[in-house]
């Protein structure tokens, strides 16, 4: 696909990648851009040509990225619409541009296209980046804040760093997730006693607090791990149904196994012998 003089609106970034030698970066990039809301690939003199099934294959379904890139024979002729570009770069240039890290350029380009105009990010080759002349052809560079002993970056992993911060950058809260854990009521004082007193009544049936004389401890112990957690309503109910299940059926007598009345263990000495009579004489 060859370049168009076409305008399209300002609706974000275009993401530019220079020379690009593979065809699956080229589609994990476009996967990157869709993630986060970008559509506008464009492509300086890709090294295996264009298009590329390899790169459909990588952008996992991002066929619209893909089917609207375009494919431009120099870098001048790929920025020539834009009003503003960042270069991306690993490494210091001799030069007298502004450098700014992912936050601040996200929020940089987020400000010119709300004004109206159209931008760009420059990504270089896999292998060495950009040369300082292509760098020159942008306004500003952005860096990212990488380990300075491997500070390399795919460019698909650098494509959706910048992606996502030009996503956040547009949100009213930038914390905010696109769902939320259930709202749920916090449990009551009165409830959260209540699974105390039963625990702790399961728990002595079954010898667990030895020696006698450390019980008033290890009771305070049991409650400080429990109340730490802040239990909403619907959790101690989950709590309070798997002690249950504990205190009432045993491995001899698992659940589905019968009644807890049916498990001798668990009846009255009295209630034991009767039983043992019927079955005598039955």
């Known amino acids: ?21 593979l065809g699956e970066n080229i589609g994990m990039v476009a996967r990157a851009m ?17 298009p590329s099934e390899k790169a459909r294959a990588a952008a996992s379904r991002a066929d619209h990225v893909i089917d609207a890139a375009r494919v431009y024979g120099d870098l001048a ?17 001799d030069n007298f541009k502004p450098v700014r890290g992912p936050v601040e350029a996200g929020r940089a380009l987020r400000a ?5 105009q159209r931008t760009g990010i420059l990504f270089g080759r896999e292998r060495f980046g950009l040369y300082n002349d292509e760098v ?3 306004d500003e560079i952005v860096t990212f804040p990488v380990d300075p002993a491997f500070s390399s970056l795919n460019i698909a992993q650098a494509a959706l760093l ?4 030009w996503m956040k950058s547009g949100l009213e809260d930038e914390t905010k997730t696109n769902f939320s854990s259930p709202d749920m009521m916090p449990a009551t004082k009165e409830q959260l006693h209540g699974l105390f007193a039963y625990l702790e009544g399961a728990l002595e049936a079954r010898g667990y607090f030895r ?12 409650r400080a791990v429990l109340t730490r957690a802040g239990f909403a309503e ?4 989950v709590l309070r149904g798997i002690i249950s299940s504990l205190d009432r059926f045993s491995p001899a007598m698992p659940r589905g196994d019968g009644s807890p009345g049916d498990d001798p263990r668990r009846l009255p000495a009295a209630a034991r012998a009767a039983k043992a009579t019927d079955k005598d004489q039955a």
Do not use: C, H
């Not at 619907?234 to 109910?237: A, H, V, Y």
């Open 34 to 50: 869709a993630n986060f809301g970008l559509s506008e690939l464009r492509l300086v003199n890709p090294r295996d040509g264009w």
């Open 112 to 116: 010119r296209q709300r004004s109206g």
């Open 136 to 138: 020159g052809l942008a």
């Open 211 to 222: 020696p006698a004389a450390k019980k008033p401890k290890m009771v305070d112990n049991l």
């Open 77 to 93: 002729s790929a920025v020539a619409d834009l009003n503003f570009v960042f270069a991306t770069t690993a490494r210091a240039r």
């Open 1 to 21: 696909m060859q370049a168009s003089n076409d305008i399209l609106p300002a609706t974000g970034p275009a993401i530019i990648l220079v020379e690009p030698q």
């Open 162 to 165: 910048m992606s996502y911060e």
């Open 234 to 237: 619907p959790e101690l109910k």
